[in-house]
């Protein structure tokens, strides 16, 4: 199976799939995945473009919004993590993974999929010690603290990761695993980028969590991206085990930005006719996010994982057994092949006629909560962070989508909103047996999908609706399944939402030996509730993360 590892991609989507056509035709070979690790930039709109965190002048529609919108298609199964340059609006939406447009797939915050036998880990985002044990208390629109720290990994993340049997045959992180170098050519690395040397030597460059992974998971490939360079080391584990590591750079011209590996699977035909490339869920990794729900934070104070010794019986170890895993499975009707559920929730960016973008008058967003993960919630029994988030602060659950909201505009037509959306016609029509359902969104706030009996309204086109895809939450209802998984409710204590400090503004490092060449493109806050207003604490600033290398980790993380 031939795929293709991107470094950073920074939204330059058109650039990236050209050259692997060009690739392609060259050497009449056929590239079956296309991975990136990292600063993706899935912005669909201005909007989104105001959740990254980049000064101004560097803020850029790029062409992930053709994809989005469906006037381009990826012509190649994309997978990626996130960095820490995102649309983290979006990316918040499939805090488990799901489509951001069209064959184009996210991992989530961390995440296990198979592809045709390939077992593919990741983990998105970047390591901050001063937000690492925190919970995921961020929803936009964000403050220029939360910005920065919703794309900070968390511990939850690490420790679900790290409950993983061996057997993960890729990794996926943005950031280098911390001590990396040791493994490759240093002397090398440090002529070309000499700013290095004072954190290599402080054992201060890379990620201490990614570090930790790499030693648990010993996969026999992990790639990486982020510091804007090609780097390939070869680390050894004990019993014989190594992993081959590659760092890429950003796509730039002239720049090693892009590689393509033939890794075999277990799956390749002897010489038959290739099979189609299909993403499935990992049960795993499925089972260990269902036994792992009830650690879900959402508090901004600093929590922990449990523990061995830590006391009071309370299980530390999550590997599911056979037995979790087939209650899961069967949850899934044996069935673990990732639906093509994509939908389009926020309007897609329209070009101006003469090309200008005028940014003055853009806002951040609101949140809305995206019903591919409402679908796999209810499905696996397990909670969105983003809805607890809101729900906990008293916030509106947004669950509308793109053409829904146009279907909603008195001076139009539904069936002529929706022919103006591309791919419009595959979205579901709303079933006629939702209607149980349209009274239960109705107690959440939410206008219901259709009119009431002693209400006659005038007959209309049928309207597009979410309601097959928007089943009850599994922590609204009364039944649970004690034996597959606990699920929050108000009394858990990571749950519990305490006063928010004002966020700390801290900085963002942002900065071969395989035998495969190198390819390269030649021209190419939470406010309280209001019950708890009153109820603010008085919590100690956090201690600023300093560097001393100045030129690789700036004062801001958009540097």
């Not at 994509?342 to 005028?358: L, S």
Request: hydrophobic share 30%; charged share 25%; glycine share 6%.
């Amino acid at each position: 199976m031939k795929i293709a590892i991107e470094g950073c991609a920074h939204g330059e989507l058109e650039k990236i799939y050209d050259l692997i056509g060009s690739i392609q035709d060259e050497q009449n070979i056929t590239v079956d995945l296309l991975i990136c690790c990292g600063d993706f930039q899935s912005t669909r709109n201005l909007q989104d473009l105001q959740c990254m965190a980049v000064p101004q002048k560097h803020l850029d529609m790029c062409s992930f919004y053709k994809y989005y919108s469906g006037e381009k298609k990826a012509p190649i199964l994309t997978l990626f993590i996130g960095g820490n340059h995102e649309a983290s609006n979006y990316l918040q939406e499939l805090p488990y993974g799901g489509w951001v447009a069209p064959n184009i797939y996210y991992l989530g915050y961390a995440g296990v999929v198979d592809c045709n036998g390939i077992r593919i880990g990741g983990i998105s985002g970047i390591y901050k010690g001063h937000d690492f044990l925190k919970g995921r208390f961020e929803f936009p629109p964000y403050d220029e603290g939360s910005k920065r720290s919703v794309y900070h990994q968390r511990q939850i993340d690490v420790f679900r990761l790290k409950q993983l049997s061996p057997g993960v045959d890729i990794m996926l992180s943005h950031d280098w695993p911390r001590g990396i170098t040791r493994h490759g050519n240093e002397t090398q690395l440090l002529r070309f980028k000499p700013a290095f040397r004072e954190d290599i030597e402080s054992n201060r460059l890379g990620s201490m969590p990614c570090e930790e992974l790499l030693r648990k998971l010993q996969p026999p490939y992990w790639f990486a991206a982020h510091l804007h360079c090609k780097f390939a080391a070869l680390v050894e584990h004990p019993g014989e085990r190594c992993t081959k590591f590659l760092a890429l750079d950003k796509c730039l011209p002239k720049r090693r930005f892009l590689q393509i590996l033939d890794i075999p699977t277990a799956e390749d035909g002897d010489g038959g006719e290739a099979k189609p490339v299909q993403l499935k869920y990992d049960l795993e990794w499925l089972t260990v996010l269902n036994l792992t729900n009830h650690l879900i934070s959402i508090r901004t104070t600093n929590g922990y994982m449990p523990g061995e010794g830590g006391g009071g019986g309370e299980r530390f170890n999550f590997t599911p057994s056979e037995e979790e895993k087939a209650k899961v499975l069967e949850r899934f009707g044996n069935d673990l092949t990732i639906p093509d559920n994509f939908v389009r929730i926020a309007e897609p960016y329209q070009p101006n006629e003469d090309g200008t973008v005028d940014m003055r008058s853009t806002e951040q967003p609101q949140a809305y909560l995206n019903p591919q993960t409402t679908a796999l919630c209810d499905k696996l029994n397990i909670d969105d962070p983003l809805r607890l988030a809101m729900l906990m602060t008293g916030h509106k659950l947004n669950t509308s989508t793109y053409v829904d909201r146009l279907c909603d505009k008195e001076e139009e037509v539904p069936s002529k909103a929706a022919a103006r959306i591309p791919n419009a016609d595959q979205l579901e029509l709303g079933d006629d047996d939702d209607d149980d359902e349209a009274a239960e969104e109705m107690e959440k706030g939410i206008e219901p999908l259709e009119s009431s009996p002693d209400k006659p309204q005038t007959p209309v086109q049928p309207k597009l609706s979410l309601s097959s895809l928007l089943p009850e939450p599994k922590w609204r209802q009364d039944a649970h399944d004690s034996d597959l998984s606990t699920t929050l409710n108000d009394s858990t204590p990571n749950c519990s939402l305490l006063s928010l400090p004002t966020p700390q503004k801290t900085g963002d490092n942002d900065t071969s030996i395989l035998s495969e060449s190198a390819l390269a493109v030649n021209d190419l806050n939470l406010s309280s509730p209001v019950q708890q207003q009153e109820q603010q604490q008085d919590n100690p600033p956090v201690k600023k993360f300093k560097r001393r290398n100045e030129t690789i980790y700036a004062k801001d993380d958009s540097d």
